[in-house]
């Protein structure tokens, strides 16, 4: 993409394969390939505070790739929906260090994926531009909350897109497509531009074609930045690409009450883990069955306070100009704004916040939350990395036909624990099962994202990333080379 007129037919082209999957929300090449050129001009040259802010040097592996970003992840002068209609129309007016660091090392942005409101959700149904389609079968949901990310990078339409994860929210999209999901350690990217859903759960991530594009894209995002206080910088390891004689643990009783599928996926990859040289064994994780109920009462409180600001006077749409009072006009706003599941979510968070309640819900999941992460630590003392489904089922229908809200809260059992903890962990392409994707998750310590890569990159060459029916690929469309950059 490297001229206005390799933007505009790859915009051609995207738009027209978009319409079966909806995974964008806004789609402006021409824009990205100018906003990446003002942010390799360095200090806010291109209006990026971030970018003033940071001194990573260019990549240039990333030189021309287009990328598409979650819309809540900020982009000077693209859409900062979050998918609500409370924020619809919003243009942001910076731009997220994670994103600004890619523009610097020649990625360029082409445009904002759908997803579920504020990042809350399972299945990208939950959104006010309408819910995504797999591109597999388009009757089946794409997951979520990062659901448009990884559908137009499993349809092919960019080689890789950045999404969040709060309790899983790039890596069951990423199962549900058959593409990866890398989710960073807690700090190992900086969060600034990402908008506020749980404060202390949330990263960013990604979602690529390949495990080698993730890799190089969290390495150009990776470090500490001035404008979070969260992030942190840390040495990294020498490489090493040689899986054997690592040791990769499967805790004990994980596969009971999971679909036939998943067990089939689980099986799959620990049979390639072991003709690469890698080590299989069991381990002891009792504590997963407390990682559910900790999170939601955490996510949820978390929640209700972050999305207190969005009243109508000091961010969100306001829609009680005739209201007797502030109070009616904050409820008018709100009313109008939100959706179904993020007003549910506000009210659990503000009753285990209300006064009183605080010792009972809150601070007790912040005590079994240090459990958690206790039993893991003990289990990286005897293991590498960890091996887990996902999800406990592969991509369920929509609406009613699929997985009730409830269930598939559930169902964020083994993505939860990651968040709760701050551990890394990818999701990988696992089996192709009745025509659908179904993959699984790695975890390793904190900020040795490495091994994850270690282990995902061999796997890759034994089971190479699935391609669905109507994939168009980096060939197929005119600007999209990763490898060269070129119009084509």
Aim: proline share 7%.
């Amino acid at each position: 993409m490297s001229s206005a007129g390799g933007a505009r037919r790859w915009q051609q082209a995207a738009l027209a394969a978009d319409e079966a999957i909806n995974g964008f929300v806004e789609v402006d090449a021409a824009r990205g390939v100018s906003a990446a050129g003002g942010a390799a001009g360095s200090n806010g040259a291109g209006g990026s505070q971030a970018a003033a802010a940071d001194g990573a040097t260019a990549a240039p592996v990333l030189a021309g790739v287009p990328f598409a970003v979650k819309d809540n992840i900020a982009v000077e002068g693209f859409s900062l929906s979050c998918g609500s209609a409370l924020l619809r129309g919003l243009a942001a007016p910076y731009t997220a260090t994670a994103v600004a660091r890619l523009q610097r090392a020649g990625a360029r942005v082409v445009g904002k994926t759908n997803l579920d409101e504020f990042g809350m959700g399972s299945s990208s149904e939950h959104s006010c531009f309408g819910p995504v389609r797999n591109p597999w079968n388009p009757a089946v949901v794409a997951g979520g909350s990062s659901g448009g990310s990884a559908a137009v990078v499993a349809a092919g339409l960019v080689p890789f897109a950045l999404g969040s994860d709060t309790g899983g929210s790039v890596r069951q999209p990423a199962s549900f497509c058959g593409v990866y999901g890398l989710k960073p350690t807690y700090g190992a990217v900086s969060r600034f531009g990402l908008v506020a859903y749980a404060s202390s759960l949330d990263v960013i991530g990604v979602t690529a074609s390949d495990p080698a594009t993730a890799r190089v894209v969290f390495e150009t995002m990776r470090g500490v930045d001035q404008l979070d206080q969260s992030s942190a910088d840390y040495p990294m390891p020498p490489p090493d690409r040689v899986p054997g004689g690592l040791a990769v643990g499967v805790p004990n009783g994980i596969l009971e009450g999971v679909d036939p599928a998943v067990r089939r996926a689980l099986e799959a990859c620990r049979e390639r883990l072991r003709e690469a040289g890698v080590r299989c064994v069991p381990v002891e994780l009792g504590s997963l069955e407390y990682v559910v109920p900790a999170y939601y009462v955490i996510a949820t409180a978390e929640a209700s306070a972050n999305l207190a600001r969005y009243d109508g006077v000091r961010y969100g749409a306001r829609d009680g100009y005739g209201a007797a009072d502030a109070e009616e006009m904050t409820i008018a706003a709100r009313s109008a704004g939100f959706g179904a599941e993020v007003k549910l979510r506000i009210l659990v968070g503000t009753y285990v916040l209300r006064s009183g309640f605080q010792e009972q819900y809150y601070q007790r999941a912040q005590r079994i939350r240090t459990l958690i992460r206790r039993s893991f630590e003990r289990a990286f003392g005897e293991v590498d990395l960890l091996l887990m489904p996902t999800f406990p089922v592969p991509p369920f229908a929509h609406g009613d036909a699929g997985l009730d809200a409830f269930r598939q809260k559930q169902g964020d059992l083994f993505t939860c624990a990651a968040n709760l903890t701050g551990h890394p962990a990818l999701a990988v392409p696992g089996i192709i099962d009745g025509g659908l994707p179904v993959g699984v998750q790695f975890m390793a310590p904190y900020f040795r994202e490495d091994l994850l890569f270690r282990v995902a990159e061999p796997l890759a060459a034994q089971f190479e990333t699935p391609r669905p029916p109507r994939y168009l690929g980096p060939g197929a469309v005119p600007g999209a080379s990763a490898a060269s950059g070129e119009d084509g």
